[in-house]
């Protein structure tokens, strides 16, 4: 692959400047850096927070979701990979979509559907960070709701204070949160040689019966447990923020996600072997239940502080992604103008990051973990869905630079794939699909308000 993108350091009177005037993006970014930043944005929340859910839809056998979970996001992971190739922009699946099928309300969708997720993806680490792993650090009442609001405001300060510390921030959580889940690997083992542990709990279905409700439990368990892959689709959001993408972006994307899916596989199995599918379904905090099971003297409250990091950096990641999706969308006209507006001294997008706080601060007061997992991983696959399909479509539009190419029947499957778990056949519960009803419906109010602003200032 060849190709490289023009230096991020603009002439010695100043920065570059982006549409419309504004200041560009710093390109901060380099390959090291990003493969943590993927590993970081995937890792967090999904396996800490949600485990225990996974193991109430599906039982012991609770690695199996986790294991399917691991290729469908390989398989839409190399559709993503082709494309930032191609487009290396911020506005992600926003971009491919009006690209390929250049339908302006479907482009807009997609685009709000990307930002929603991540917005409720962080909205259920903020209450995961209010739940049991905090009641682990203190015995004080203190509100959950609270304690997630002042988190969302927390990380709002951070993103706002520019790219290069909340990397950096990402950096050490991204270590800190591995850290923990290494813990939990290791301790497993030493348990599981010394005896401890139920092997007949990793072939243990709770589903009912065989055939169609196993299939629909699985599906079920599965689609809850993507919540624990999403992240890497955000990274391709951080294109204009990164140096050289199209050769930093394939290996970066394919390492974080092998990473990640394997570290799931084997939590998920220490997590059935040591702790009862009762005991896990019932915590919000289910990888301190494995540490308490495993007979050891690491400390819980230590884990615990873990766990609070590594929820504090998928928060972080998300909340970053949708205000870089909100700068993308408005430089591609499909938000008002006014949302590019970078603060020019940190070089930041300002308005995104407020307008994305406000809407995380609403869904941390209504919603629940499980919920807004689930929310995520339900309006993340049908994303997925679209971006499988655009990039069989963009084969039409060649680039004049090298770029990686997946071979054709991934993307095919990987849209077969999504359109399943996002289908009724993964038994999902219905607020889910009422959650993401209400969303996609406020999204179609703003973007008939953003066509009626356009066509006034036309007319004027």
Same mark, same amino acid.
């Given at each position: 692959?060849?190709?490289?993108?023009?230096?991020?350091?603009?002439?010695?009177?100043?920065?570059?400047?982006?549409?419309?005037?504004?200041?560009?993006?710093?390109?901060?970014?380099?390959?090291?850096?990003?493969?943590?930043?993927?590993?970081?944005?995937?890792?967090?929340?999904?396996?800490?927070?949600?485990?225990?859910?996974?193991?109430?839809?599906?039982?012991?056998?609770?690695?199996?979701?986790?294991?399917?979970?691991?290729?469908?996001?390989?398989?839409?992971?190399?559709?993503?990979?082709?494309?930032?190739?191609?487009?290396?922009?911020?506005?992600?699946?926003?971009?491919?979509?009006?690209?390929?099928?250049?339908?302006?309300?479907?482009?807009?969708?997609?685009?709000?559907?990307?930002?929603?997720?991540?917005?409720?993806?962080?909205?259920?680490?903020?209450?995961?960070?209010?739940?049991?792993?905090?009641?682990?650090?203190?015995?004080?009442?203190?509100?959950?709701?609270?304690?997630?609001?002042?988190?969302?405001?927390?990380?709002?300060?951070?993103?706002?204070?520019?790219?290069?510390?909340?990397?950096?921030?990402?950096?050490?959580?991204?270590?800190?949160?591995?850290?923990?889940?290494?813990?939990?690997?290791?301790?497993?083992?030493?348990?599981?040689?010394?005896?401890?542990?139920?092997?007949?709990?990793?072939?243990?279905?709770?589903?009912?019966?065989?055939?169609?409700?196993?299939?629909?439990?699985?599906?079920?368990?599965?689609?809850?447990?993507?919540?624990?892959?999403?992240?890497?689709?955000?990274?391709?959001?951080?294109?204009?923020?990164?140096?050289?993408?199209?050769?930093?972006?394939?290996?970066?994307?394919?390492?974080?996600?092998?990473?990640?899916?394997?570290?799931? +596989?084997? %939590?998920? &199995?220490?997590?059935?072997? #040591? @702790? =009862? $599918?009762?005991?896990? *379904? !019932?915590?919000?905090?289910?990888?301190?239940?494995?540490?308490?099971?495993?007979?050891?003297?690491?400390?819980?409250?230590?884990?615990?502080?873990?766990?609070?990091?590594?929820?504090?950096?998928?928060?972080?990641?998300?909340?970053?992604?949708?205000?870089?999706?909100?700068?993308?969308?408005?430089?591609?006209?499909?938000?008002?103008?006014?949302?590019?507006?970078?603060?020019?001294?940190?070089?930041?997008?300002?308005?995104?990051? +407020?307008? %994305?706080? &406000?809407?995380?601060?609403? #869904? @941390? =007061? $209504?919603?629940?973990? *499980? !919920?807004?997992?689930?929310?995520?991983?339900?309006?993340?696959?049908?994303?997925?869905?679209?971006?499988?399909?655009?990039?069989?479509?963009?084969?039409?539009?060649?680039?004049?630079?090298?770029?990686?190419?997946?071979?054709?029947?991934?993307?095919?499957?990987?849209?077969?794939?999504?359109?399943?778990?996002?289908?009724p056949l993964a038994d999902r519960p219905a607020d889910v699909y009422i959650r993401a009803g209400v969303l996609v419906a406020l999204g179609i109010a703003l973007w008939a308000v953003n066509k009626l602003v356009m066509r006034v200032r036309a007319e004027g």
């Open positions: 692959m060849s190709g490289t993108v023009p230096p991020v350091e603009g002439p010695a009177d100043g920065p570059p400047e982006g549409p419309a005037g504004e200041p560009a993006l710093k390109r901060a970014i380099g390959p090291k850096l990003l493969i943590l930043f993927v590993i970081g944005d995937i890792l967090g929340t999904g396996i800490y927070a949600t485990t225990g859910k996974v193991a109430d839809k599906v039982g012991g056998a609770l690695w199996l979701p986790f294991l399917i979970g691991f290729v469908v996001a390989m398989l839409t992971a190399a559709s993503y990979v082709e494309l930032v190739g191609k487009y290396p922009k911020a506005a992600g699946a926003a971009l491919y979509t009006q690209k390929a099928f250049k339908i302006p309300f479907l482009t807009f969708i997609v685009a709000f559907m990307v930002m929603c997720s991540g917005l409720s993806s962080a909205s259920a680490a903020a209450l995961a960070f209010s739940g049991d792993y905090l009641s682990e650090l203190t015995s004080d009442a203190v509100s959950p709701t609270l304690v997630a609001i002042l988190f969302v405001l927390a990380l709002a300060a951070v993103n706002l204070r520019g790219v290069s510390e909340s990397v950096k921030a990402n950096v050490v959580l991204t270590l800190v949160e591995l850290t923990g889940l290494l813990v939990i690997l290791g301790i497993g083992a030493w348990a599981v040689l010394g005896g401890e542990g139920e092997p007949s709990r990793l072939v243990e279905f709770e589903t009912s019966g065989t055939g169609y409700a196993l299939m629909t439990g699985v599906l079920g368990a599965t689609a809850l447990g993507f919540f624990a892959f999403v992240g890497f689709e955000d990274s391709v959001n951080m294109a204009e923020e990164t140096q050289d993408p199209q050769r930093t972006f394939p290996r970066a994307i394919f390492i974080g996600v092998t990473v990640t899916g394997t570290i799931y +596989v084997l %939590v998920a &199995l220490i997590s059935s072997l #040591l @702790v =009862s $599918t009762e005991t896990l *379904a !019932g915590s919000s905090g289910p990888l301190l239940e494995v540490v308490k099971a495993a007979g050891t003297d690491f400390p819980p409250k230590l884990f615990a502080l873990i766990a609070l990091f590594a929820v504090t950096n998928s928060a972080l990641i998300n909340m970053m992604m949708a205000s870089r999706l909100c700068y993308g969308m408005a430089n591609e006209r499909i938000l008002p103008r006014a949302m590019g507006k970078v603060l020019s001294g940190r070089r930041t997008p300002v308005v995104g990051i +407020v307008f %994305v706080t &406000l809407l995380a601060l609403g #869904l @941390v =007061s $209504t919603g629940e973990i *499980a !919920g807004l997992g689930d929310t995520t991983s339900f309006l993340l696959l049908c994303v997925f869905a679209v971006v499988n399909v655009a990039v069989l479509v963009l084969r039409r539009d060649p680039v004049g630079h090298a770029h990686f190419r997946t071979p054709t029947a991934l993307p095919v499957l990987g849209a077969i794939t999504a359109l399943i778990l996002a289908s």
